[in-house]
């Protein structure tokens, strides 16, 4: 209620846990069934659009503005974070200006992205980078039913 209050918009069945530090508000769209934890900081200076079913988890730090460091006056530049359906950022990630993640994306726990990463895929480190794209309706965790037979 407090986040519709100062204009975030904020869909049905959307979870904005009550620990969670949202900066300019009016900037926030959080789709059905989306999820912002505790102690998240959703720095807001652009837009930061949070799409259907999607999960940001506790201590991740969206960030949507930054500073010029080639110029001399340090100035302020920004840019909108989109987290597409059903992509989950893990526990203290961070998530810089102007990314997008895909669709279905896994961010692993304390990966920092500045880059856009791909529907389906599986991200972790230091820069993010990728290390497998998601299979749904298999195990990646077991042998397939083939290969235990080989």
């Not at 999960?55 to 080639?70: G, K, P």
Request: aromatic letters at 8%; a neutral charge.
């Amino acid at each position: 209620m407090l986040l519709r209050l100062f204009g975030a918009n904020v869909g049905s069945g959307a979870h904005p846990y009550p620990k969670a530090k949202v900066w300019a508000p009016w900037n926030l769209t959080m789709e059905q069934h989306s999820c912002l934890a505790n102690d998240v900081d959703c720095y807001c200076v652009a837009k930061v659009t949070i799409c259907r079913s999607a999960i940001v988890s506790q201590y991740s730090y969206l960030c949507t503005a930054s500073h010029d460091y080639d110029a001399a006056n340090f100035p302020l530049v920004s840019a909108p974070i989109v987290i597409r359906s059903s992509a989950w950022v893990g526990a203290d990630c961070f998530i810089g200006p102007g990314v997008e993640i895909g669709e279905g994306a896994v961010i692993g726990a304390r990966s920092t992205v500045v880059r856009d990463v791909p529907p389906q895929s599986v991200v972790v480190g230091n820069p993010a980078r990728v290390v497998r794209v998601r299979m749904h309706g298999e195990s990646n965790s077991k042998e397939s039913e083939s290969d235990r037979t080989k």
